[in-house]
């Protein structure tokens, strides 16, 4: 079996993690067994491109337990853990190609190296897989792949961008976009998450600082309620008028950036977009000043032009690189190289939320396997059922009941929905 990671010899300190993440996945494991019984995937060469944590072993055990031969990589350079890579080949037998800090060379080394396995299906976390099999070399590896799934709002941006531009080789569910994944998982996960990040690279206090979170969408909802409930004052930027007039009433300060700069403590990116915090900005802030981003690319801290203003950085803890600005000697703290915070110095989101994302993940692939037939080569949304499906399992693994409509209830509802 060929695989590329740090150190196999990190494998059981990987696999007790992967079990920890486990416990906290009772719908991922209800569909486990399923699959372990009826084998749904059974042959199917499926290329993953995912952040390589303990949540994304246990959807790998699944879709190999439902007969699939899964060949992974990671989504990022910085976010894989490398005890986890070293358990996935050494204890479940999963052909890994990542290790945590890889440069841009050997990233897309490890992307052509799971793509060398000849996928039929594709399961994504911000396109660049899919990307790198839509290029011309590789193109026709496209005629071969039956369809795939996108985890990340990123990635199914880009994949309309190529859908409408009739470039896309197959159908791709967004599995971003089902109500049971960005509604935790970017909410409540990144939330969480990215405060734990910042935490851990800086051990700075929130409570009483300037928290300025850029783009006030899933993830900087969550972002910004956390911050909120350690006690800091959340300044919310936005392009948006909509999101900004909900930050307001969700109790936020609103300000373009250029305002924001001089002000903020804390600075976090959570946009999609790219320059979101320039040059002009980072030479207004405080002194000590921390930036960094919890969107899917290190493109939204301008960090060659954050270069042009500074002498050499400084590492000055493991995450934090330390900029000095020389027209004012103001010293700007980048956390992780701008790459995704929550992913790089932390562990990522809870099992819990990955739970459901990872249950939307394997249903998916199995309603793909099911369908391809009859889809073309479109981002299709995760069927509602399937949706609603994971909802009720998940309260019910949480011991929680809710109500049922009565019989005169379900006609009533009805008799509006047909206008009467
Ligand atoms: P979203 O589309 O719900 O929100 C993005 C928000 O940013 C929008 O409200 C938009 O108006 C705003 N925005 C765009 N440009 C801006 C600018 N220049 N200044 C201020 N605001 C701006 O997207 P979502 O789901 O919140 O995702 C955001 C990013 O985070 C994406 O790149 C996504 O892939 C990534 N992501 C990261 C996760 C993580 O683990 N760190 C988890 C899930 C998503």
Same mark, same amino acid.
Do not use: W, Y
């Given at each position: 079996m060929k695989y590329d990671v740090k150190d196999v010899?990190?494998?059981?300190?990987g696999v007790d993690r992967i079990e920890w993440a486990e416990a906290?996945?009772?719908v991922l494991r209800r569909i486990r067994s399923q699959f372990e019984k009826k084998k749904p995937l059974e042959g199917l060469?499926?290329?993953?491109?995912?952040?390589?944590?303990?949540?994304?072993?246990?959807l790998m055990r699944t879709l #190999?337990?439902?007969?699939?031969?899964?060949?992974?990589c990671a989504s990022n350079p910085l976010s894989t853990q490398d005890d986890v890579a070293a358990a996935l080949v050494k204890k479940f037998g999963i052909p890994t190609f990542a290790i945590k800090g890889e440069d841009n060379r050997t990233y897309y080394r490890h992307i052509n190296a799971v793509l060398d396995a000849r996928p039929q299906f594709t399961m994504d976390d911000g396109a660049d897989l899919v990307g790198t099999l839509h290029k011309s070399r590789k193109k026709q590896m496209a005629d071969d792949v039956i369809g795939g799934t996108e985890e990340t709002t990123t990635g199914v941006i880009r994949l309309k961008a190529m859908e409408a531009a009739r470039v896309l080789g197959y159908p791709i569910v967004a599995v971003n976009d089902a109500d049971t994944k960005h509604l935790f998982d970017n909410r409540y996960g990144t939330g969480q998450s990215s405060i734990d990040g910042i935490i851990r690279a800086t051990n700075v206090l929130l409570a009483g600082s300037n928290?300025?979170?850029?783009g006030y969408g899933w993830c900087g909802r969550?972002?910004?309620m956390r911050a909120e409930g350690m006690g800091a004052n959340v300044i919310v930027t936005e392009v948006d008028p909509l999101r900004a007039l909900e930050a307001v009433m969700d109790g936020f300060r609103v300000m373009p950036i250029a305002q924001a700069a001089p002000i903020g403590d804390i600075f976090i990116t959570a946009t999609g977009d790219i320059n979101v915090i320039r040059p002009e900005h980072f030479v207004r802030m405080k002194d000590m000043a921390i930036i960094c981003n919890t969107g899917h690319f290190n493109v939204e801290l301008d960090i060659p032009g954050l270069k042009n203003l500074?002498? #050499?950085?400084r590492r000055v803890r493991e995450f934090v690189e330390q900029f000095t600005i020389k027209r004012n000697g103001h010293r700007i703290n980048l956390l992780a190289d701008g790459r995704l915070v929550n992913l790089s110095a932390a562990e990522g989101h809870p099992a819990c939320v990955m739970d459901m994302s990872f249950a939307n993940q394997? #249903?998916?692939a199995q309603f793909v396997l099911k369908n391809y037939k009859k889809l073309e080569n479109k981002v299709y949304a995760v069927p509602e059922k399937i949706d609603t499906d994971i909802a009720r399992i998940k309260l019910k693994t949480m011991g929680l009941k809710i109500d049922k409509l009565t019989a005169e209830q379900k006609e009533y509802l009805a008799s509006w929905e047909l206008g009467t």
């Open positions: 010899s990190l494998a059981s300190k906290s996945m009772p060469r499926i290329a993953a491109c995912l952040h390589v944590t303990t949540e994304t072993a246990n #190999k337990d439902g007969g699939a031969q899964v060949f992974l928290f300025v979170v850029c969550g972002t910004a500074c002498g #050499k950085p394997a #249903k998916a």
